[in-house]
């Protein structure tokens, strides 16, 4: 969950960055669409879409299915929409000075990146990790196809309970979940010295 929050967080700022500085216009257009699409879908349908993909090798790519890689993609994909906002609304707040004075003293893009861009919007990098790590944490829908017994994540595992009749130890189950999407809330506000909704631009 950590590792697909962490990446949809990143993948969030550089699609920002490239919707807001591309002088493309039909790139901007076609990575706003495609970034928004997964909120169109149910969580269900997106699961079994990704199960038809990686059930079976495919290629070079190796079955997935019965894996946490599979797990990781799929949240990453299912929660762009959240990180992709965040970045696009951080980058449109982002005027290109201040890249364009580390360009003028020779930083490679790389280097704005992580000296420039990234250090200004941490608070927008943060959101676009911890709004994902909240949604995937609590969400079900688009696990129960995805997860077996051996790659439970809290959700199907606390759902598992229930279906052997452990109603209470099920319950515990997501008084955890709560409290950790709660407390981790907390400490990466902490730790990043933001607010989960300034990243957001309000």
Known sequence: ??????????????????????????????????????????????GAAYLSLFAVPRGPIPALYGTYAILILALMADQMPYASRAGISAMMQLGKDPE????????????????????????????????PFISGIKGLSLFVILAVPSTDVLTTFSLRLVDYNYTQAA????????????????????????????GLGS
């Open 100 to 131: 364009e004075a580390a360009q003028i003293i020779g930083a490679g893009w790389f280097q704005r990146m992580r000296r420039v861009v990234i250090p200004i919007q941490k608070g927008s990098l943060v959101t676009g990790i911890m709004l």
């Open 1 to 46: 969950m950590g590792l697909a929050s962490i990446g949809s967080g990143v993948l969030g700022i550089l699609v920002g960055y490239v919707v807001v500085r591309t002088p493309v216009r039909a790139l901007s257009v076609f990575l706003r669409q495609v970034t928004f699409l997964p909120y169109l879908v149910p969580g269900i349908a997106f």
């Open 171 to 198: 319950n515990a189950v997501v008084l955890i979940i709560a409290a950790i999407a709660y407390f981790g809330t907390l400490l990466a506000q902490k730790l990043a010295g933001v607010n989960l909704a300034e």
